[in-house]
Each structure stands twice: as structure tokens, then as C-alpha cells.
């Protein structure tokens, strides 16, 4: 019985699928325009799904938010959302998942087993250095 029960864990993480790839080292990935990116032209904000909409951010439904994965690259890339202080990004993405050590987390999604059992969580973190500016925004997974 155990190792049928083994089986099955390793069947559900094996078969979970990364819509996203590797997002290990997401910091430093960034969406491709295939039609800019041969010509070395980085990203720019029509090359997003959606662009940011503090409102849309904030939108939860139930314990989802719709909206943050089609936009959370937004964010992410923002060169705008860096030069911010802490009070106008607490301002624009709304109230925090958690914080610790000025370390603010916003989840993105999240997928479920059983109901309550988090088996993929992604959350975009962002670091306020002492100066309360953003030191980095990253994706956590």
C-alpha cells in the first residue's frame, strides 16, 4: 500500500505541468517578440499578454487572483515600479500576501491537491532596501 501510494505522489509531480518553463531564473528571462527579438530589440509593453492595471492587480476572487498571472510580467520588468518609493508600490499593488524583513510577497496563482494542499505556488517578491526603494523584484516559485 505504500508504494502505491508513493506512485501516485511521484505520477502527480512528475505530470505537473510548468505553463512557464523554468522559472528558476526568471529574474533574468524575459517574454520574446519573436518578430523584435532577431533584430536584438528588448521587450517593450505591448510585447505583455495584458498591461498593468493596479485595480486588476488587486481583483481576488475566492483565494485566486485572476488577473496577476496574464500581468505579473508587467510588474516584473517594470522600470517604472523601481524608481518608486515603498508607500506608492504598497499603494499600486495593493495589501501583501505575507512580509518579513521588508521582503513583500504577492501570490500569483497557486495550484491545489485535495482542496487545501499547496502543490505550486508562484509569487512575485519585491525587497525595499533600508532607504524603503525597491532593491529588486523577483519571482518565486
Given at each position: 500500500?505504500?508504494?502505491?501510494?508513493?506512485?501516485?505522489?511521484?505520477?502527480?509531480?512528475?505530470?505537473?505541468?510548468?505553463?512557464?518553463?523554468?522559472?528558476?531564473?526568471?529574474?533574468?528571462r524575459?517574454?520574446?517578440?519573436?518578430?523584435?527579438?532577431?533584430?536584438?530589440?528588448?521587450?517593450?509593453?505591448?510585447?505583455?499578454?495584458?498591461?498593468?492595471?493596479?485595480?486588476?492587480?488587486?481583483?481576488?476572487?475566492?483565494?485566486?487572483?485572476?488577473?496577476?498571472?496574464?500581468?505579473y510580467?508587467?510588474?516584473?520588468?517594470?522600470?517604472?515600479?523601481?524608481?518608486?518609493?515603498?508607500?506608492?508600490?504598497?499603494?499600486?499593488?495593493?495589501?501583501?500576501?505575507?512580509?518579513?524583513?521588508?521582503?513583500?510577497?504577492?501570490?500569483?496563482?497557486?495550484?491545489?491537491?485535495?482542496?487545501?494542499?499547496?502543490?505550486?505556488?508562484r509569487?512575485?517578491?519585491?525587497?525595499?532596501?533600508?532607504?524603503?526603494?525597491?532593491?529588486?523584484?523577483?519571482?518565486?516559485?
Amino acid at each position: 500500500m505504500r508504494r502505491f501510494y508513493c506512485l501516485i505522489c511521484v505520477v502527480c509531480f512528475a505530470c505537473a505541468s510548468d505553463k512557464d518553463g523554468d522559472l528558476k531564473n526568471a529574474e533574468h528571462r524575459k517574454p520574446v517578440n519573436h518578430r523584435s527579438h532577431s533584430l536584438g530589440v528588448e521587450p517593450q509593453v505591448e510585447d505583455f499578454p495584458m498591461p498593468f492595471d493596479s485595480q486588476k492587480w488587486q481583483k481576488k476572487e475566492g483565494d485566486a487572483y485572476p488577473f496577476r498571472p496574464e500581468i505579473y510580467r508587467e510588474v516584473l520588468y517594470s522600470k517604472e515600479l523601481r524608481s518608486l518609493s515603498k508607500t506608492e508600490v504598497l499603494r499600486l499593488l495593493g495589501p501583501e500576501t505575507r512580509s518579513e524583513n521588508n521582503h513583500y510577497y504577492y501570490t500569483i496563482d497557486q495550484v491545489k491537491a485535495f482542496g487545501f494542499w499547496s502543490m505550486k505556488l508562484r509569487s512575485l517578491v519585491v525587497k525595499f532596501d533600508a532607504h524603503q526603494q525597491v532593491e529588486w523584484i523577483k519571482l518565486y516559485e
